[in-house]
Each structure stands twice: as C-alpha cells, then as structure tokens.
C-alpha cells in the first residue's frame, strides 16, 4: 500500500538546522509531488512547499524562503526537508504528503515533530 | 497570493444535524479545493477533491460544492466521531493555501 514514513522527532537549539526525511513506497516515486505542510502546537496547517521528485524542482513559500531547502534521493524514494535558523516560533509537527493533479494530498506521512528550544 | 477564509471557526451541533462549513477564495481557483478532516493528535485526511468529488472510503455523509471563490462543505447527518477540525485548502498553484480550519463539536 501507499506509504510515507518519515523520521523521527528532533530537538534543536535556536540558530540549529534540522532535517527531516520522508520515505515513500507503494507507488512510483518519480510520478507523485511532494509537500511539506508544518502545524504549530494548537494552530493550523501551514504549507511550507513542494518538490518535483522527477526533476528535483522546487517551490517554497515565500515566508521560508533563504531558509527551507527540499530535495529528494530517487535511490531510496526519499524526500527531505531541511529547515535552517530555526527559531522557536518553527517548533511545530511536519508533515510530507503526496499529490497529484486534480486530486488532494493523499496519503500524509506521520509527521514529525520538531522542538527548538535553548 | 490568495487567501482562504473559513467560516464559522466552531461549531457546535447536536447529533444527527446537518452541518454546513464555508470556505472563500479571495480569488477564484476554479474548482481545484480540498477538504481535510483532522481529528485530536492525528494526521490530517483528505475527505474530498475538485471540490465536491468524495475521496474513497469516506462517509456518503460528507459532501463539498462551489467553484470559483465559494466552497462548502456539508455534513449531512452529524455523527460523534466527526468530532474534528476541518480544513480547506486550494491546490490550483504555489502558494497551496489552507483555510484557518472549524472546529467542531458535538452539543
């Protein structure tokens, strides 16, 4: 069955960069986008960007921009996010999900939650 | 960029009402709106795409209209285990834009 798994909670100090790995299976890796989606303890679902796993090609949002880097290892069907700079405002648990066309972004990874703090 | 507004952001109804939730692009999108279910401490779920086609496996109950800026998305029968905050979001380009999600609750 379709499949991402991602990995596992980080804790980082302010100023620290984190990265964040999502492991995908059951489908071809190259045919499906990739997003990255953050949720604030409490708040809401925050689109960070998407990755072409075919190409490699990026968009981010523009509030991340300089700071949030995706790629993606065809090899081991795998995306990454790396987040930078963190400050404590980017604790939050992060989300990789699949999409396609027309259709919504299905299925979710299991997210990983992300701490900054001193 | 575009904005999405939901409204309300909760609500509560008793069982067995019908629940209507609304989402409004401050541009149109045509009909490229998603609508997710994410329940306390779980990961958000696709309950229906292209506005109102129902993903598979979910309730007959949940159904999505509108196209171009107004969007709805209805529970026909409430039942407990809707219990959740509901998100919408556009998907037609960059930024892909979530509404600000309702809660909702059983009274």
């Known amino acids: 069955q379709v499949q991402l798994v991602q990995s596992g909670a980080e804790v980082k100090k302010p100023g620290a960069s984190v990265k964040v790995s999502c492991k995908a299976s059951?489908?071809?890796?190259?045919?499906?986008?990739m997003h990255w989606v953050r949720q604030a303890p409490g708040q809401g679902l925050e689109w960070m960007g998407i990755?072409?796993?075919?190409?490699?090609?990026?968009s981010y949002a523009q509030k991340l921009q300089g700071r949030v880097t995706m790629t993606r290892d065809t090899s081991t069907s795998t995306v990454y996010m790396e987040l930078s700079s963190l400050r404590s405002e980017d604790t939050a648990v992060y989300y990789c999900?699949?999409?396609?066309?027309?259709?919504?972004?299905?299925?979710w990874g299991q997210g990983t939650l992300v701490t900054v703090s001193s | 960029d575009i904005q999405m507004t939901q409204s309300p952001s909760s609500l509560s109804a008793s069982v067995g009402d019908r629940v209507t939730i609304t989402c409004r692009a401050s541009?149109?999108?045509?009909?490229?709106l998603a609508w997710y279910q994410q329940k306390p401490g779980k990961v958000p779920k696709l309950l229906i795409y292209?506005?109102?086609t129902l993903q598979s496996g979910v309730p007959s109950r949940f159904s999505g209209s509108g196209s171009g800026t107004d969007f709805t998305l209805t529970i026909s029968s409430l039942q407990p285990e809707d219990v959740a905050t509901y998100y919408c979001?556009?998907?037609?380009?960059?930024?892909?834009?979530f509404g600000g999600g309702t809660k909702v609750e059983i009274k």
């Open positions: 999900a699949r999409h396609i066309g027309d259709d919504g972004y299905n299925p």
């Open positions: 990755i072409n796993p075919s190409g490699g090609s990026t």
């Open positions: 979001q556009k998907y037609n380009s960059a930024p892909q834009t």
């Open positions: 292209a506005a109102s």
């Open positions: 541009q149109g999108i045509s009909n490229y």
């Open positions: 059951g489908y071809t890796f190259t045919s499906y986008y």
